[in-house]
């Protein structure tokens, strides 16, 4: 049982879909409520690092990484408990390009007018990976950069092709996924729950619940 009637969560918006879906499950199971604040996850670590109060919090490796090395989060508190792809949407009803290997996606991203992707954790890998393509120079006029889902973008005829985590493309209605990015360039992001001593939710008993995690897609 936990030891808090209200639980506050941190998380990146990646997360959004499926933690609307499974903390209704976690609330009736364990008698709490939880409060979850949405931010990018720079955010989060810039309010983990001021000290905001929290619970949970679930954030990139990479941010993790920095919180735990400056002493920030618990160490021995991290758990994995998703894996995020990223992956390519094109707006409702437009052709799909052909994105199977290497050299197709960089073709299609050489002969998209736009291309959005997020200022946030796979934005990061994506500039990574334009640079890996070696197209990096030949698309910075048409790249456009989003603090929200860039999927949005994508459905509102802003961007051709948006590139960001698979979860959050899903929801978003007027945009499709094309599908995953190739496996020799897919970088799964690693999302985890970690805890700030002194930690109310120490034992994380919402981890036992039956979890749809295994039912997100992963590309």
Request: with cysteine; net charge neutral.
């Amino acid at each position: 049982m936990t030891t808090a009637k209200h639980i506050k969560i941190f998380s990146g918006g990646a997360m959004r879909p499926l933690l609307h879906e499974l903390l209704p499950l976690f609330e009736r199971a364990h008698g709490v409520t939880a409060e979850v604040e949405f931010r990018l996850s720079a955010a989060v670590k810039r309010a983990i690092e001021d000290g905001a109060l929290f619970h949970v919090a679930i954030l990139p490796r990479p941010e993790l990484d920095d919180l735990i090395a400056s002493g920030a989060i618990v160490r021995d508190s991290v758990v994995n408990v998703a894996r995020s792809t990223v992956g390519l949407a094109v707006r409702a009803g437009a052709p799909k390009p052909d994105i199977g290997d290497v050299d197709a996606l960089r073709r299609a991203l050489l002969q998209a007018q736009s291309i959005a992707y997020s200022d946030g954790p796979s934005g990061a890998y994506v500039a990574e990976l334009l640079a890996k393509l070696g197209i990096a120079a030949a698309v910075a006029a048409k790249v456009k950069l989003t603090s929200g889902p860039v999927a949005e973008l994508v459905a509102r005829g802003e961007a051709e092709l948006g590139m960001q985590q698979i979860i959050a493309i899903l929801p978003v209605t007027g945009a499709e996924l094309v599908g995953p990015l190739p496996a020799e360039l897919q970088m799964s992001l690693s999302m985890l729950p970690d805890g700030r001593a002194p930690c109310l939710m120490s034992r994380r008993p919402w981890l036992s619940l039956p979890s749809r995690a295994a039912r997100t897609q992963n590309g």
